[in-house]
């Protein structure tokens, strides 16, 4: 069966304030479609899975990806997006727009087609839960998490975050989400104590921004850290999420580990050279196989 994946998330749109007080304002984007262009540098069949505003601007998607298991609704769901000098960022939903669930896809929508990986994409804790656990049931062979920092800032209990990660083979958070799960510690201490609690997660891959992503497989001795690859930073937005469609995208294609977080670390680097989806929508999959080869010999491993 030929390799498919779909990206359960959000469309938005966001206005954006930077540390140097410019603003770019109705920036079209979202943590699904982010991750969606990610992915499809690397594989050809990917679906979309999250309500769709029809004010959202369709052209940009260019035809890219499966939108039939997308639910239309009125609006797309709007936020404030504010960037600190250290690359911290707090996304705040438009006040009417603040329950996030009506923007969310919903359990059920997990069995409304069929993929053999998956990725989640910051979404409320209860649906990532239902979703995850739709999906299993469905068959879906590899799930990817990537979980929101409201959840981890104290909503949810730590035990049932836990739990929730030992049943996906991905776990993809932030540097800011795991800094807020675990505390201060040190970056490769703090993928210790996640190794710790979900040992049975295929990979552990923490992302930090200009520094590129820190990793460990499960079983192996060693941790990884890929850089991140040379690009021109126009705005971060989105970075994250398309370094996790890029690595799930390889990773269904049982690569090497490290070939897997090159590739998302790959698709992160297109997708800083714009606003919005501008720069993944230029990206072109030669230009992103001449920038994986350049990044290979600039990985690093250390003893786990």
Same mark, same amino acid.
């Given at each position: ?57 369709? /052209? +940009? @998607?260019? =035809?890219?990806?499966? !939108?039939?298991?997308?639910? %239309? ?8 997006? *504010? ?96 800094? /807020? +799960? @675990?505390? =201060?510690?040190?970056? !490769?201490?703090?993928?210790? %104590? ?8 295929? *990979? ?101």
């Amino acid at each position: 069966m030929t390799p498919s994946l779909a990206v359960f998330g959000n469309f938005t749109i966001d206005d954006l304030v930077f540390p140097d007080g410019s603003t770019r304002w109705a920036v079209p984007g979202g943590s699904a479609i982010y991750a969606a262009f990610g992915a499809s540098l690397w594989v050809e069949d990917v679906s979309v899975v999250a309500p769709l505003g029809v004010d959202y601007p369709m /052209t +940009l @998607l260019a =035809g890219r990806f499966d !939108l039939s298991r997308c639910p %239309r609704v009125a609006r797309t769901l709007r936020n404030w997006g *504010l960037y600190e000098e250290d690359g911290t960022r707090h996304f705040l939903s438009r006040s009417a727009m603040r329950n996030w669930s009506e923007f969310s896809p919903r359990p059920e929508d997990a069995s409304s087609g069929y993929q053999t990986a998956a990725h989640i994409a910051p979404l409320p804790y209860n649906i990532a839960v239902e979703l995850t656990r739709r999906l299993r049931k469905d068959g879906t062979l590899t799930i990817s998490l990537d979980l929101d920092d409201h959840d981890l800032a104290g909503s949810v209990d730590v035990n049932a975050i836990t739990k929730l990660l030992g049943e996906t083979d991905l776990f993809l958070p932030s540097l800011q989400d795991v800094r /807020t +799960l @675990l505390g =201060g510690a040190e970056t !490769l201490e703090n993928l210790r %104590r996640l190794r710790s609690v979900a040992p049975d997660v295929r *990979l552990i891959a923490i992302k930090c921004g200009t520094e590129g992503v820190i990793a460990h497989a499960a079983g192996a001795s060693e941790w990884v850290r890929v850089p991140a690859a040379p690009a021109h930073l126009v705005s971060a937005t989105g970075a994250g999420d398309a370094f996790c469609g890029g690595a799930l995208a390889a990773f269904t294609r049982e690569v090497d580990v490290i070939e897997a977080l090159l590739a998302g670390v790959i698709s992160a680097s297109f997708c800083v050279e714009g606003f919005g989806v501008a720069g993944l929508l230029a990206a072109t999959h030669d230009e992103a196989c001449s920038r994986l080869a350049m990044l290979r010999p600039r990985v690093e491993v250390g003893p786990m």
